[in-house]
């Protein structure tokens, strides 16, 4: 229903129309959980996130229990201006992403970058030993 405003008696149209783009940015929010790819070599683990419009200072990653906690904010601001038009746009908001590590990752060696909006982090892997076989005797009882 458009609403025709008493001073000017034209239909008041502008807060239909910027309704759906008004909560744009807390839809965003609420759904930003960065996308992830992760690999495996021989020697590594690689775990790679997309985190567009997030500084390196934002984000943090922790270690406990065998698990990768990757934190951060993002905060990304967007203006846009035209003949009659005017729009700004600003995203807020935290994020967490959690991977459960194998047992083979040496943990004292992790190390990760951030370049273009893409954070990489390896994860070498233990050095393991060729597995040997061997007979295991049964003794009557």
């Not at 609403?3 to 000017?8: A, G, I, L, V, Y």
């Not at 239909?11 to 008004?22: C, G, K, S, V």
């Not at 992790?110 to 005797?137: M, Q, W, Y």
């Amino acid at each position: 229903m458009v609403e025709k405003t008493p001073s000017t008696g034209h239909a008041d149209w502008w807060p239909y129309l910027a309704e759906p783009f008004r909560n744009l940015g807390h839809r965003i929010q609420d759904f930003f959980s960065p996308q992830a790819d992760a690999a495996s070599t021989e020697a590594a683990y690689e775990i790679e996130l997309e985190l567009p419009g997030v500084d390196e200072a934002d984000i943090d990653i922790s270690l406990h229990d065998n698990v990768l906690i990757v934190t951060g904010e993002k905060r990304a601001e967007h203006e846009e201006k035209g003949k009659s038009y005017y729009f700004s746009e600003r995203t807020f908001g935290a994020f967490q992403r959690s991977f459960r590590l194998p047992g083979d990752v040496n943990t004292d060696h992790i190390d990760a970058t951030f370049a273009k909006g893409v954070l990489s982090i390896r994860l070498p892997k233990v050095e393991t030993h060729e597995d040997t076989a061997k007979k295991i005797s049964i003794k009557a009882a």
